[in-house]
DNA sequence: TTGCCGATGTGATGAAAATCACAACGCCTT
DNA sequence: AAGGCGTTGTGATTTTCATCACATCGGCAA
């Protein structure tokens, strides 16, 4: 089966090639047969807004392929990039939970492959094994940390290049471990969305990567960044 | 009993008259009496470090009584505020489930009676019930959705005047919802302090609230705060 | 009382970065 | 090829704030 976009649907989590290495999806085969039975498949084309950040929860949203733009914004129009989430992550999860409206805004940056489930649907699911539950908890964890990573990136470095700093590390380590001397970046965000991410201007972020260029710390191969001096972008991000 | 610091100290879980109204204590007694029997009560003085960021996790705090500054610190000596836990709220909680390090430092800024329950006790408690399994995984959205809003406010706001106006109406909300029209707050924390809660410095925040006291948004009782302009400080914090 | 010390108030100065204003580029559509 | 549009590059100007440097204040202890 082929969506509308182009991918192949994974129909059934039993069978998905990716259980193994995901978060969420490697449950014992019950658990997981009794998530096969609650969860909605759907793929999206780039651009779907999942949900909107205040709006109350209808349920949760599994990542099977592709990216997500996790993102708040504020009344006057400004917008801040909190994560952009890979497949197997869970989306909407603590609102799920607790009943709190979404926190943030979800869009899609790729086409996706996403297993929605019902937040009544999901809560039974819960409270029906525990070990499903602790799951849940380990993943709320791991939430938490990220976000706890992100706030002490934007509150303790008060100058852009650290954050931008920051972030292209971080990028480049996420980027398969295979990175030898000279990781790579494949860039996805516009600058103008880079700039949401560590809370500057678009026109700061240009700068700061044309300094860098200039100092022979990076290099651009066409919309791939190339690391060339990992070492002095660690002591930027790190002093500084 | 009295502790060492003048403090009553609460004997049992199940008699606390604070019970009702916390977050995590209010368990059916089965599992309260399970609880019962693998927390340590212990009372700290005010200053006292509960844990530090990056140590592997031990296990949960539990606060009874008294409030606790959580922080992250950069390795160049600056830090940063993160919350003011109260009574009632678990501390090192996702990192006691996930097994990552603990993301702040926890530190008592009143005499404080806490209970500490070791991690793998903790991690059986949990998987023995699902109903405490829930709890715990509500308690980490609650968290998340607060870490959430922290992140809004730092990322989002771009002037220090208006990061300062969203935290004392925050204060002032949470402050009994007695708050008429002209809510009071309890100042607990230095300049410094405050600074650090939103990332600025500690001249700007005695040069801010000096211009609030001017333009007759704010006054001073002792070390109390009126805000004698609600409206205009919404604005502050909404708008610019 | 005196002196000390941490917290607070306030001016002067400089650095970082937001903002504005355009130019240049790449890419897609017509 | 031509035009349009979103993205990127760059200079000039202005704002905001950090920082330094003191003055002052208030409590606490000797």
Same mark, same amino acid.
């Given at each position: 089966?082929?969506?509308?976009?182009? /991918?192949?649907?994974?129909?059934?989590?039993?069978?998905?090639?990716?259980?193994?290495?995901?978060?969420?999806?490697?449950?014992?085969?019950?658990?997981?047969?009794?998530? @096969?039975?609650?969860?909605?498949?759907?793929?999206?084309?780039?651009?779907?807004?999942?949900?909107?950040?205040?709006?109350?929860?209808?349920?949760?949203?599994?990542?099977?392929?592709?990216?997500?733009?996790?993102?708040?914004?504020?009344?006057?129009?400004?917008? /801040?990039?909190?994560?952009?989430? %890979?497949?197997?992550?869970?989306?909407?999860?603590?609102?799920?939970?607790?009943?709190?409206?979404?926190?943030?805004?979800? @869009?899609?940056?790729?086409?996706?492959?996403?297993?929605?489930?019902?937040? @009544?649907?999901?809560?039974?699911?819960?409270?029906?094994?525990?070990?499903?539950?602790?799951?849940?908890?380990?993943?709320?964890?791991?939430?938490?940390?990220?976000?706890?990573? %992100?706030?002490?990136?934007?509150?303790?470095?008060?100058?852009?290049?650290?954050?931008?700093?920051?972030?292209?590390?971080?990028?480049?380590?996420?980027?398969?471990?295979?990175?030898?001397?000279?990781?790579?970046?494949?860039?996805?965000?516009?600058?103008?969305?880079?700039?949401? /991410?560590?809370?500057?201007?678009?026109?700061?972020?240009?700068?700061?990567?044309?300094?860098?260029?200039?100092?022979?710390?990076?290099?651009?191969?066409?919309?791939?960044?190339?690391?060339?001096?990992?070492?002095?972008?660690?002591?930027?991000?790190?002093?500084?």
């Amino acid at each position: 089966m082929t969506s509308p976009y182009g /991918m192949e649907i994974v129909e059934s989590c039993l069978t998905c090639k990716f259980r193994a290495d995901r978060v969420f999806c490697d449950l014992p085969p019950s658990a997981l047969q009794a998530f @096969e039975e609650i969860k909605y498949t759907t793929a999206y084309p780039e651009g779907a807004v999942l949900f909107v950040e205040h709006q109350a929860p209808r349920g949760i949203f599994l990542i099977c392929r592709g990216s997500v733009k996790m993102s708040v914004s504020a009344p006057n129009g400004k917008t /801040m990039i909190v994560k952009i989430a %890979e497949a197997g992550e869970v989306l909407g999860l603590s609102a799920t939970v607790s009943g709190k409206p979404y926190e943030v805004t979800a @869009e899609t940056i790729d086409p996706c492959q996403i297993n929605f489930v019902k937040r @009544e649907d999901f809560l039974r699911f819960l409270k029906n094994d525990v070990n499903v539950c602790f799951k849940v908890a380990e993943h709320l964890s791991e939430k938490y940390h990220t976000v706890c990573k %992100e706030i002490r990136c934007l509150g303790l470095s008060h100058s852009a290049a650290e954050k931008l700093a920051k972030l292209l590390l971080e990028w480049s380590s996420k980027n398969g471990e295979s990175s030898k001397n000279e990781p790579r970046v494949k860039l996805r965000l516009t600058h103008e969305e880079i700039a949401q /991410m560590i809370g500057t201007s678009r026109e700061t972020v240009t700068r700061l990567l044309a300094d860098l260029k200039k100092h022979q710390i990076l290099n651009t191969r066409g919309s791939t960044l190339v690391i060339r001096n990992q070492a002095a972008l660690r002591e930027l991000a790190e002093n500084n």
